[in-house]
């Protein structure tokens, strides 16, 4: 998964006391942590597009050991989903990437209003 949030107790300069932080990670980079309770966002400064196409190619240099596990696991099961798969991957790599794209985009859109607001 490119985005995913977590929640962690931390100390809020903010607020000067622990609070509950939402801490939310791209490519499982730290990208931004707002406290729940006065809502002070910290963002940080990463290249999107870079840990996009690192997630990208992570996936895709790590296919065939997941193919090779899945054989090894149970290769009928395996050899008979094969022509289907072979079939539906191009669509579903498509699907995932366009995905993945959209929420790049609308994260890096996000982050740019962040930085406007913060300059006026």
């Known amino acids: 998964m490119l985005f995913h949030d977590e929640q962690a107790t931390l100390f809020c300069m903010h607020c000067q006391k622990e609070t509950l932080h939402d801490i939310e990670y ?6 931004g942590i707002e406290c729940e309770e006065c809502h002070n966002k ?3 400064d990463i290249d999107a597009m870079k840990q996009f ?3 990208l190619y992570e996936r895709l240099v790590s296919k065939p050991g997941r193919l ?3 054989a090894r696991q149970d290769f009928s099961r395996f050899l008979a989903s094969m022509p289907m798969r072979i079939i539906s991957k191009p669509v ?4 995932e990437y366009d995905q993945m794209n959209k929420e790049v985009k609308k994260y890096v859109s996000r982050v740019s209003q962040d930085e406007e607001l913060d300059e006026e």
């Open 42 to 44: 910290m963002s940080i």
């Open 53 to 55: 196409y690192h997630y």
């Open 92 to 95: 579903r790599f498509i699907n």
């Open 26 to 31: 791209m490519n499982e980079v730290i990208s």
């Open 68 to 70: 090779t596990e899945e």
